[in-house]
């Protein structure tokens, strides 16, 4: 059975920073396109970063570019999402998300992924 486990959320002010994990089970993220995805109360989830399983390159919304750094450690079956200066609209339910298929390019689109965490909390006061 696959299990993504997301973990690293809580609260923190305008400004901060987060890190963020999602261990996985079952699953080996090595080659499998894999990312990050929020969900901000009333709004659709949306593609935040994500990791291509073809090549290693990394993509990321315009609106976290420059602030969050994603990472693997394929060794620990372990991604990280390193947020810093988060702001107030960066507040959302954070799940992880992996594609069942080898070598693929992954997209910043929540129907290309098969495998999802349960979500972690992030909220950023102001």
């Known amino acids: 059975e696959v299990q993504l486990v997301e973990s690293g959320g809580g609260l923190v002010q305008a400004g901060g920073s987060l890190r963020l994990s999602c261990a996985a089970t079952g699953f080996a993220f090595d080659r499998h396109a894999i990312g990050w995805f929020r969900q901000a109360p009333g709004k659709e989830r949306e593609g935040v970063s994500c990791?291509?399983?073809?090549?290693?390159?990394?993509y990321y919304a315009d609106s976290v570019k420059g602030r969050f750094t994603i990472s693997s450690d394929n060794a620990k079956n372990t991604m990280y999402l390193q947020m810093n200066n988060l702001k107030p609209e960066d507040t959302a339910v954070y799940y992880c998300?992996?594609?069942?298929?080898?070598?693929?390019?992954?997209?910043?689109?929540?129907?290309?992924?098969?495998?999802w965490g349960q979500g972690t909390q992030v909220t950023v006061s102001s």
């Open positions: 990791i291509s399983g073809n090549d290693g390159s990394t």
């Open positions: 998300a992996a594609q069942g298929r080898l070598y693929r390019p992954c997209v910043l689109s929540s129907s290309e992924n098969d495998y």
